[in-house]
């Protein structure tokens, strides 16, 4: 696969606290292989060939051997522009088209968000609807009326969740409907462009609820073109062009590559070709990283580094920051020393963000080199040692004092 | 368990369909539901004035025109049934366009459901009937329940040609639209507003086949004549129904595939 980049898994870091080194391999819930999907371009004279019994030479090849899998647990974002394909990989999968050739499977019952509105008869009150979405994806009737009043909550409908739905506004829609979809718990989900509708308010209660699915177990594909979100939701990612699958790797990596940003080239300073490709270190014991740099300039070269980590549905986030430091002004191979006693880390996998820059004489920095999740090139840092319920060890003092009876 | 490819979730999703269909069609109204009883029972209300009291239609032999209002009805209700279903199952994929997108199902349940809509017409139009027949002084009897094979055969004929006309109209939008007056020709064309007697002698052999006039008969004979439908009609019926129902679902299927290029 062109640009694939190395073991996502390993890239992206783990779930702090969990036990580090133990991979158990996720069952796959979703899978396709050699997934073409043709659509045939009827003009007026095949339409009669076709219901004749005839067949019609003429097809706009929507996709063109997608292949692909989601395992429990993760989502993976499907990034594209607007025809790329984005749609019908998840309609076809969601079992609404039916593959030209290729293989599907997927594991499970399926909630899909294909377009926002879906067998809308603006007549039915935002409960009727709720009650016939779900209804017709198999919900038995005593568990939809469980689920109708978590529904009206969510939605935060108030007493509009009764009345038409063409009296709603363009938010309330979307949040009657984003609702309704995602009511069901422990699902497949197929979604397609909705974390960008609605208010600040909305969205945030969006992730929250999808960050709930996740961690209880749900699973699937997000298509999108908004890279933001695939950043926070989705800890690999493909690329989908003209129907075909032209880049996958961790989302950082894809999304990099995606945007067409540039990658400093390290002419004038660079990570040495033989920096190691895993960190590896124990938890809350001194630690010392070594990384080997080659400068080939006589200008002050700065090194800072920091450890982040990636959390499903959150994001990225900033653990340990070290600040730009002069280390080199003249030409030479170097290696560069970090030690941090007691390593205030617990076990999990994270990720090890290295920059080289220069400074200016205003004080300003211009970048050399970088190894980051954000360029798709961070190395991987792995934390062994005891489990704890936490992201960091903190020497912290506690005194717990009752001040009145 | 299977039967021609649909299992028992399908079938719970057809109810849901019907279910569906039955109150779509009338929301937003002030009487609703009302409706589906409301509308047959006034057009039948409007041929019993206007064939009973304005005409004063009789039949070769009869004494009453009360006897040819029944006799008119008992044809007519089940052809309302009839051109029901097929209005209802031809429009029922492109009228869905929303749920053929966006849920995975067997998109033939929709035909079949609007199809099953021609049910509330032929409940109602059977009520009135049996109402004017007691009021006429006909005595209920068992012989009565003869029409229900009839009725059987009925909606697996007209699901058929139902399914076809559905998978058409999504390429031929037009079908819908020539629907309405085709079945207006069929209506005069076929003995259902007057006799069979009243054709002339050539056309009359072959009109015996006309499958609505079988149909028709299917219910006359019982209702009015305490008699069961002959036996050649009622298996040439079950023929022509099984085939159209098969080679229907055969025809849709086929096209089904196409439809994602038009919805």
Known sequence: MPGSSRAGGLLATAVPGATGGEETVARSVIECRDLSKTF???????????????????????????????????????????????????????????????????????????????????????????????????????????????IADFAELGAYFENPIHTYSAG????????????????????????????????????????????????????????????????????LERGRIVDRGSSP???????????????????????????????????TLSFPIDVKVSSPVCFACSVESFRQGIGWSHLLQVEPRLVASAPGLYDIEVAIPLLPLCPGEYSLNLFLSERRSEGTFVTLDVRSWAYGNDVPLAVTGKPRESVTVLPLRWRDRRTLS | MQILGFDRADARRLLNFLRMGLRDR??????????????????????????????????????????????????????????????????????????????????????????????????????????????????PSLSWLAILPVLVLQFVFITGIGLCLAAVN?????????????????LFSSPIFYPLSEFPKAVQGVLQFHPFQ????????????????????????AVLSVMAFLGGLVFFRKLKGYFDARI
């Open chain 1, 40 to 150: 045939v371009v009827l003009d007026s004279q095949s339409i009669w060939r076709v219901m004749f019994g005839g067949e019609s030479e003429k097809g706009f090849p929507a996709l063109r051997s997608v292949a692909l899998q989601v395992r429990e647990g993760e989502f993976l974002g499907v990034l594209g522009r607007n025809g790329a394909g984005k749609s019908t990989l998840l309609r076809t999968l969601g079992g609404v088209y039916a593959p030209t050739s290729g293989t599907v499977k997927v594991a499970g019952p399926v909630s899909a968000i294909y377009e926002l509105g879906m067998a809308g008869n603006e007549l039915l009150t935002g409960c009727d609807f709720a009650r016939r979405w779900l209804s017709l994806n198999g919900t038995g009737r005593w568990r939809v009326d469980r689920l109708l009043s978590e």
């Open chain 1, 172 to 239: 309330m829609k979307a949040r009657l409907f984003f609702s309704v979809a995602t009511s069901l718990p422990g699902q497949i989900y197929l979604i397609d462009e909705v974390l960008s509708v609605g208010d600040e308010h909305f969205q945030a209660k969006c992730w929250r609820r999808l960050r709930e699915r996740l961690a209880t177990g749900a699973s699937g594909i997000l298509a999108t073109h908004d890279w933001t979100t695939v950043l926070k939701l989705c800890r690999e990612a493909c690329v």
């Open chain 1, 253 to 287: 990596a894809v999304v990099h590559r995606y945007l067409g940003l540039p990658q400093p080239r390290g002419h004038a300073a660079a990570f040495a070709a033989h920096l190691p490709s895993v960190y590896g270190a124990v938890a809350e014991e001194d630690m």
């Open chain 2, 26 to 139: 009338f929301l937003g109204s002030t009487l609703g539901l009302v409706w589906a009883v409301a509308n047959p029972l006034l057009m039948m209300g409007i041929f019993t004035f206007v064939f009973a009291f304005v005409f004063r239609s009789r039949l070769p032999g009869a004494e009453t025109s009360l006897s040819f209002v029944i006799w008119l009805i008992s044809g007519y209700g089940p052809w309302l049934a009839i051109s029901d279903s097929l209005a209802t199952s031809t429009g029922a994929v492109t009228g869905n366009s929303g749920l053929v997108k966006n849920l995975a199902f067997k998109t033939e349940l929709l035909p079949i459901a609007g199809s099953l809509m021609g049910l509330v017409p032929l409940a109602v139009s059977t009520c009135y009937l049996v109402a004017l027949l007691v009021l006429s002084g006909t005595r």
């Open chain 2, 170 to 186: 999504v390429f031929v939008r037009d079908t819908a639209m020539v629907l309405p007056n085709v079945l207006m020709i069929l």
């Open chain 2, 214 to 237: 079988v149909i028709a008969e299917g219910y006359r004979q019982p209702l009015l004549y305490r008699a069961w439908p002959a036996p050649w009609s009622l298996a040439y019926l």
